[in-house]
Each structure stands twice: as C-alpha cells, then as structure tokens.
C-alpha cells in the first residue's frame, strides 16, 4: 500500500509537475482531470477533487456535485504526456453531510459486487484474465453526413490503399493472420513495445500474437489477476494500446467487427473463484476436470447470457460480430476446447491452480468495471441457484455448434442478435444483478435505455449496402 509520502518521493524522484487523475464514465471511457503537483496534499485524500458528475453519462442524482478520491495504488507515471506527469485511478464520492460511494460509479458497482461474494461465503476472490483483441490500421477515415456516409480504411498488411498497389508482396490472406511471422506481421514489435509499457503500469502480459485478421488484427492476453485489479488493467490496456499505435503514426481500434467478412475482435475473459487460499473450480473427476462449483457458476453465465450481452456486448457493432463462422458464439453452450461455445473449458489448464474457463462472448467495447461485476453476479446465482448446465441441456458439446440442425440450435436458445434484444432481455432479467445493491436499479434502467436509444439512432440512417442492394429497384 503506497502513502502519501511514497506519492511526494516518486514526485521528487521523477521531477513529477503535474498529477492527472483518470475516472471512467458509464460508457468506460477513461476522462482526466489535471492538476500542478504542488497542489497535491493530504487533504486530497479526504475532502477530494470536485467535478460535476451529470456529465459522465450516469442517471442524475438528487446532487450531482462529486468528489474524485486517487487510489496511490494506481500511481503511474504517464509516458504520453511531454510534461513529467503522475497519473492515478481513483474512486467518486457524492458530497453530503458525510460523502458517500457514489451507487453507479463502475469501480463502486465492481467493488460491491467482490463484496457481496464474501458476504455469501462462497468465495473470498474472483481472479479473471481477459484477452485483448484489437485491429491495427495504419489509417482510418469516416464520415456520417446527409450527403455521405462511409469508411475508408488502409492497412499495408493486406495491400489495402487508394490504388491497391502500396505493397511490398508479403501481404496476409483476409483469414490467415494467426501467429503469422515476420515480414507479413507488420505489428510484431509495435505490439512488444506494448507490453512493455503494459509492464510499466503494472499490468502482467501473458504473451501477444497476430490474430486471425490479415488487415492487422493483434492480440495481448495478460495474466489472472483479482477482479478489480484486471478491471483497472483493462482501463490501461485500452489506453496504452491506442497510445503506443498513435505514437507510431496508426491507429488501434477495439470496435468488435470493423471489417466485414473478417474475423471480429472479443475479449474472452478467463475465470475461476478461490477461496481461503484453494481454487474452487478444481476436481479430478469432474468433466473438464471441473468442480460441482465451477458448473453451476457456468450455468448462472449461461443462464444470464442475453441479459449479460447488454453489458458485456454494449455496442451495435457488436452484434456484427456474434455471428456464425469467425469463431464467436452465437448457440448457448459449453464444450471443452470448443471456441464456437459461449463457454469454453481450455484443455491446456490441467492442474488445480490454473483450472478455469473462459466466457468467449464480451468485446472489449464495455465497462470492464460493470462486465466483471456482472460476470461474477450471474455465476454466484447459478451456485446459489444451483443450476447444473448439463440438466439443462446447454452441454457439454464437443461438435461445431455452428453446425448444429436449426431445430436443435432452437432448443439451446441463442445470443442476442441486436443491441435492442439485449437490452429487452436486461429489462427483463436483472435481479441477479441487483441482489446485495451491487447494480443499483436506475443504473440498469439506464443501460437498458441507453442500449435501445443507440440501436434506434443507427437504425434512422441509410447503409451504403442499401444502396448497392436496392437502389435500382
């Protein structure tokens, strides 16, 4: 635990001249306030910094006067800024006779629900290790107005540019960018100097790779770690990975499906819950290897999943994705080592303190504060529910689920295939989320209302593929 007087030396060591202070509004999006590090006192750490909160995205509150608490744990020294500059994370008060944890702010809502877990006595931690998907263009163009609409996007990995001949002839198939090598892997070293710096804020890397999509797509996978610190790991991945590509003059985007016919970009998010030091998810006899335990949190995840997608899928682009042949679930299910599972059990993680699995549907465009909290809400209820995945026909499936008879596929149920069926699948099921005030209601009303408010804007304009299909008619 870093004091205040670790946060004045690392100041002084590093000739620190400015202390930026990152929170995250209810989209996930990291916003900053700054301030000279003179200023920087202990009163800080009691009283905070205030900021109008009403324009963060949240529902309104009878005050919306808010004060920003640093977590020092979180201090970093922040490379993308030119004057020496101390970044911290940190937590939102609502200022009142005493303050108090704002209900909806996403670090509050993820710390309740790690809360509520010990409170019902069946785990002490929930550890995750999400994997990070992300496309790297060296440009991108767009534009949305009454008279134009469209996308322009150049990638030299697949020879994509205004003539089609700015290439070198090392250029990657659309479908064939995994662990493709050197020279045709044009992010190889972007990616390590990535992780590099990933090392620096402290966040561990497991390893990074091309991923299947030939037009740059990346991936970093990092190490398990506790709920809400791989949630602040995820705020950083985000940054870092956008700020390294901007550096280098291109641009990262996690948008889960920004090229059509090419495979999208989720990020899976590894799983188990340990209790007093010991794994839970482990048994021997188990299928998989897994714990009585372990499948019941499965079947409260598969249980939950539409309501969940509003959360962990929160985007219109990420319904682009869940769809059948690229390796995203779309059928309810669980399989061991079977990626076209919405819950797959990875064959490689054999002994008791690896053992786990992951949930292959969330993109990295959510609120990794609310999807994590939520993840771990709807498993708790399957344990607590005691719902057996098997009983109820969701698994296990060891074929491609994408080739199952549409008869059979209509029996296990499906992912939602709009932001809007998410959104009404939420609406509809939700008390596992607001058990023990984790999610308070009118923050899931409000991402219930929000989901269809974006689905209905994108809705009111025409697609340049319309005009392809029906302009002639």
């Known amino acids: 635990m870093k004091t205040f007087q670790d946060i004045i030396q690392l100041c002084e060591e590093e000739e620190i001249e400015i202390i930026d202070f990152k929170m995250t509004d209810i989209e996930g ?54 004057v020496p500059t101390l970044s911290m994370n940190g937590d939102v008060m609502v200022i009142g006779t005493e303050n108090k944890p704002f209900d909806q702010y996403p670090r509050n809502v993820a710390r309740r629900a790690e809360a509520y877990m010990r409170e019902t006595g069946i785990a002490d931690e929930m550890m995750i290790g999400p994997e990070y998907e992300y496309y790297v263009f060296d440009d991108v163009q767009f534009k949305n107005r009454q008279e134009a609409a469209g996308f322009q996007i150049t990638s030299e990995a697949v020879g994509w540019d205004e003539d089609g001949f700015n290439n070198s002839g090392y250029m990657n198939g659309l479908q064939d960018g995994y662990h493709i090598a050197l020279p045709r892997d044009t992010g190889s070293d972007l990616r390590s100097r990535t992780i590099l710096v990933l090392g620096d804020w402290g966040v561990e890397v497991k390893y990074h790779h091309h991923e299947v999509g030939g037009a740059g797509q990346m991936e970093i996978e990092v190490e398990l ?80 999943a539409p309501s969940l997608c509003a959360i962990t899928n929160p985007t219109t682009n990420s319904y682009k994705r869940l769809i059948p042949g690229f390796e995203a679930p779309v059928t309810i299910g669980y399989a061991m080592a079977n990626r076209s599972a919405v819950v797959r059990i990875p064959a490689y ?60 596929k209509a029996k296990l149920g499906g992912l939602p295939t709009s932001l809007t069926e998410a959104a009404k699948a939420l609406e509809k099921d939700h008390d596992y989320l607001t058990k023990g005030g984790v999610f308070p209601q009118r923050l899931i009303d409000l991402i219930v209302a929000d989901d269809k408010k974006e689905d209905a804007e994108l809705a009111k304009y025409p697609h340049p593929m319309e005009f392809a299909m029906y302009y002639d008619l």
Not at 277 to 303: C, K
Not at 369 to 377: D, N
């Open 225 to 304: 770690g506790g709920m809400m610190k791989m949630a602040d790991a995820t705020m950083i991945a985000k940054y870092v990975i956008k700020n390294e590509a901007f550096a280098e003059g291109r641009t990262a985007t996690f948008m889960p499906k920004p090229v059509a016919g090419m495979a999208g970009s989720g990020m899976h998010v590894h799983m188990m819950l340990v209790k007093d030091g010991q794994p839970l998810f482990y048994d021997e006899n188990g299928y998989g290897h897994l714990s009585e335990t372990a499948m019941y949190f499965i079947g409260g995840l598969l249980a939950h």
């Open 349 to 408: 993680a054999k002994d008791p303190m690896h053992k786990r699995f992951e949930l292959r549907n969330p993109d990295a465009t959510c609120n990794p504060y609310y999807a994590f909290a939520a993840i771990l809400m709807a498993g708790l209820d399957g344990i607590e529910k005691k719902i057996d995945p098997h009983a109820q026909g969701w698994g296990p499936f060891d074929c491609n689920l994408y080739d199952l008879p549409e008869e059979e």
């Open 29 to 82: 999006r990291w916003r900053h306030l700054s301030i000279p590090a003179k200023r920087f006192t202990e009163d800080i750490m009691v009283h905070g910094i205030g900021f109008d909160g009403s324009n963060y995205g949240y529902a309104p509150v009878e005050n919306s006067d808010m004060v920003f608490i640093p977590d020092l744990d979180t201090a970093v020294v922040d490379c993308y800024s030119e």
